[in-house]
């Protein structure tokens, strides 16, 4: 049985920065295709992040420049850090994985993945 664990929202003031971790059992990062994703009440949630075998990483136009996904093998942990926060980014902020393997356009929808952390939130102030 495959288990994320999320930690690191919180409230920060516009241009400000946390790191988000997500610590997987079940299965190893360098097996494993991981993304983060963001959603607000009432939307979709959308696509923000990806680390592909533990090494390729891909992102979101929105934060491109900003985020920074990676991922620490020894500790089966992936991280996002978000530097240069915006009002924009306030949203409940989803760890997600799956084999690794397929397309990275499949990658950026959430349907792709077969399991998810259970959110944190993530509050930046004007």
């Known amino acids: 049985q495959v288990q994320l664990v999320e930690s690191g929202g919180g409230l920060v003031q516009a241009g400000g920065s946390l790191r988000l971790s997500c610590a997987a059992s079940?299965?190893?990062?360098?097996?494993?295709?991981m993304g983060w994703f963001r959603q607000t009440p009432g939307k979709e949630r959308d696509f923000v992040a990806l680390i592909r075998s533990g090494y390729n990483t891909y992102y979101a136009d929105s934060v491109k420049g900003r985020f920074t996904i990676s991922g620490d093998i020894a500790k089966n942990t992936v991280y996002l850090q978000m530097n240069s926060l915006k009002p924009e980014d306030t949203a409940v902020y989803y760890c997600a994985g799956r084999q690794a393997g397929d397309s990275y356009y499949y990658l950026r929808d959430h349907r792709a993945y077969e399991y998810w952390g259970q959110g944190t939130q993530v509050t930046v102030s004007s």
């Open positions: 079940g299965r190893t990062l360098s097996s494993s295709d």
